[in-house]
């Protein structure tokens, strides 16, 4: 169905027509966090259920042993399986569905179907894009008019329309028309359009002053707009601002950033982005999960040496001591979770943050020695000087306060292997 004709050049030569436009942006981020959370607390109680129904099968298996020898029955007895039609199994159907997948189930249904025309320049567009300069001249031109002097059909599906007229004014210097700020849900839905029609320069000046409006406060607490802060960064090559959302994320997140169906640079992203982003070996997102997995790891890593030296003695003044001070930091360790973690697990749940507060606020137990007898009767007790507390703090001192973000030139140079690749 064809929608109302926007005009930003009535001479243009191209009619770009966007097809379900406003379609759902970044959606669900809160909800696929509380969908791991919950998947992982079920299979937290999987676990424990199987183990208490092996414990019970145990003692069926010993009955029924005992009853066999007792009265000489040959024939086999098959164990009783509680688990195999109670909770446990009603439980595992749900983790199984419950699992951090591909397949995580949306609830936000689709855009309008209607159609948005608009009528553009191919000079200014090839001139600001070397997407468009690809779609409209030479062998892989996109829209061919069927007869001279009439119009080149260009289209475009699901884009935010605001965001596609904005941008479309920009390049055609159509300034008195583009708003002097947006919000970051709509500097967000622009900087798709960029990255993905690779307008950077053209673009350079109003989102510089739109970033520059809008981005104090940056968001302390992991969510959805922390992620399009690292998205909008990334594009708009800001390199220190995308240097302290990046560390924001790392501090704060728990597990790996959903991609929102958002052109972050990723291996595979939504079905708009994926082909031209296959480029990028190491994404952004994978980079951030690994550095608060490794910043994790060392402090578990420097915990369980401590666990070490104190089971062996060779910290503690005395048996006593180490013994009291190793039972301190387990009982802990384990309250934390982090008890049992092992160097390489996904740490799935942990913030970098709460994992290191955690272990500064390690509490050490305090307890007198015993008090010695001489001629002039026992001494006064005096507390024991050996603190939990210092020794933790030698083992993970500054871990969390070296932790930066990342570098932009690290992943800014993959605009030019985009740039190989849509030339290909």
């Known amino acids: 169905m064809e929608g109302k004709l926007y005009e930003l050049d009535p001479k243009g030569d191209v009619i770009l027509t966007l097809r379900n436009p406003n379609a759902p942006f970044a959606a669900g981020i809160e909800d696929e966090l509380q969908y791991r959370r919950d998947a992982q607390v079920t299979a937290e109680v999987i676990h424990l259920l199987k ?32 688990a195999a039609n109670g909770p446990v199994a009603e439980l595992e159907v749900l983790a199984e569905n419950a699992s951090y997948s591909t397949s995580f189930p949306r609830t936000v249904q689709g855009g309008s179907q209607l159609e948005l025309r608009i009528r553009l320049s191919s000079k200014h567009l090839s001139l600001a894009s070397p997407v468009f300069e690809k779609m409209l001249g030479g062998p892989w031109r996109e829209g061919t008019a069927t007869v001279p002097g009439s119009d080149h059909p260009v289209g475009a599906e699901d884009w935010d329309v605001d965001a596609l007229l904005i941008l479309m004014r920009i390049i055609h210097g ?18 798709v359009l960029v990255d993905y029609y690779e307008c950077y320069e053209v673009t350079e000046l109003v989102t510089e002053r739109w970033i520059e409006k809008l981005k104090w406060p940056l968001p302390q607490e992991f969510g959805r707009d922390l992620v399009l802060w690292c998205l909008v960064s990334w594009v708009f090559c800001e390199a220190d601002l995308f240097q302290t959302v990046t560390k924001t994320t790392i501090m704060k997140c728990e597990g790996p950033l959903p991609t929102l169906g958002l052109p972050i640079p990723n291996i595979i992203v939504g079905k708009q982005f994926h082909e031209r982003l296959i480029f990028s070996l190491i994404t952004m997102l994978e980079a951030i999960d690994r550095k608060r997995r490794e910043s994790i790891d060392q402090i578990i890593a420097g915990l369980h040496d401590l666990l070490v030296d104190l089971r062996d003695n060779r910290l503690g003044c005395s048996f006593e001591c180490s013994s009291i001070l190793l039972g301190a930091l387990t009982k802990q360790m384990n309250s934390n979770g982090i008890l049992g973690l092992k160097a390489g697990s996904s740490l799935l749940g942990f913030s970098l943050e709460v994992t290191s507060k955690a272990t500064r606020e390690t509490q050490s137990p305090r307890w007198c020695s015993i008090p010695q007898v001489n001629l002039f009767g026992p001494s ?25 973000g990342l570098q932009w030139s690290d992943f800014g140079k993959n605009r030019d ?6 030339s290909l």
Not at 68 to 75: E, K, L, P, W
Not at 176 to 189: D, G, H, T
Not at 417 to 422: E, G, P, S, V, Y
């Open 51 to 82: 183990g208490i129904g092996a414990k019970k099968e145990n003692k069926k298996q010993k009955k029924q042993k005992k009853r066999a020898n007792i009265y000489a029955v040959t024939t086999p007895i098959e164990p009783l399986n509680e």
């Open 174 to 191: 159509r300034t008195r028309e583009v708003p002097r700020s947006v919000s970051l849900e709509l500097l967000a839905k622009i900087a």
């Open 380 to 404: 006064s007790r005096v507390e024991h000087s050996c603190n939990l507390q210092s020794l933790v703090q030698s083992k993970v001192q500054g871990l969390d306060h070296v932790v930066i």
């Open 417 to 422: 292997l985009r740039r190989m690749h849509f």
